[in-house]
T-cell receptor, first 116, second 114 residues
Framework: AQSVTQLDSHVSVSEGTPVLLRCNYSSSYSPSLFWYVQHPNKGLQLLLKYTSAATLVKGINGFEAEFKKSETSFHLTKPSAHMSDAAEYFCVVSPEANFGNEKLTFGTGTRLTIIP | GAGVSQTPSNKVTEKGKYVELRCDPISGHTALYWYRQSLGQGPEFLIYFQGTGAADDSGLPNDRFFAVRPEGSVSTLKIQRTERGDSAVYLC????????????FGPGTRLTVL
């Protein structure tokens, strides 16, 4: 069984300040982990993915995440928030076993608000 | 290139009616997935196709839900005797189904059952 827990349902930061969105996972296998972003009235877009290579993963739009097996965490960070980052963010887990031929398990989401 | 497309974008129906939701995956993607996203929740897996066959349908909530992919490309999600609790956004995703390991999502179909 696999699951993810997003620790904050809503995060607000000021423009130009750092962003931290927290995620903990549970998986019976060595998992693949993802962060997806969902802007209003738009489809889900992949920000970044971890698939057992480097533990620090860089994604699009300046986001990055670090896989910490000892803490079972995969937190998403960005050094400086931009207004366009306002969206819903989902932490996602998938078993690595079949190289992506697997269903994704989504967290409940974190709504990121950027204060001008 | 074209992404995953879903039609219709919105569907309003009455309780007890039958609906079909269509997904056109990215050309060349062998794997296709259906998810359901209820208000305020993350998407939940419904079913996954590899080619024409359903490789995993463990997420279908009951036998009112059925999906097909007869030619290994376009897929249709079918819901019989709709209930108000079926109201949600139905998302389709496709992938190469291999080590490249990324699912590309369509914009979704918003289903409202009155």
């Amino acid at each position: 069984a696999q699951s993810v827990t997003q620790l904050d349902s809503h995060v607000s930061v000021s423009e130009g300040t750092p962003v931290l969105l927290r995620c903990n996972y549970s998986s019976s296998y060595s998992p693949s982990l993802f962060w997806y972003v969902q802007h209003p009235n738009k489809g889900l877009q992949l920000l970044l993915k971890y698939t057992s290579a480097a533990t620090l993963v860089k994604g699009i739009n300046g986001f990055e995440a670090e896989f910490k097996k000892s803490e079972t965490s995969f937190h998403l960070t960005k050094p400086s928030a931009h207004m366009s980052d306002a969206a819903e963010y989902f932490c996602v887990v998938s078993p690595e076993a079949n190289f992506g031929n697997e269903k994704l398990t989504f967290g409940t989401g974190t709504r990121l608000t950027i204060i001008p | 290139g074209a992404g995953v497309s879903q039609t219709p974008s919105n569907k309003v129906t009455e309780k007890g009616k039958y609906v079909e939701l269509r997904c056109d995956p990215i050309s060349g993607h062998t794997a296709l997935y259906w998810y359901r996203q209820s208000l305020g929740q993350g998407p939940e897996f419904l079913i996954y196709f590899q080619g024409t066959g359903a490789a995993d349908d463990s997420g279908l909530p009951n036998d009112r839900f059925f999906a097909v992919r007869p030619e290994g490309s376009v897929s249709t999600l079918k819901i019989q005797r709709t209930e108000r609790g079926d109201s949600a956004v139905y998302l389709c995703a496709s992938s190469f189904g291999d080590f490249r390991n990324e699912q590309f999502f369509g914009p979704g179909t918003r289903l409202t059952v009155l």
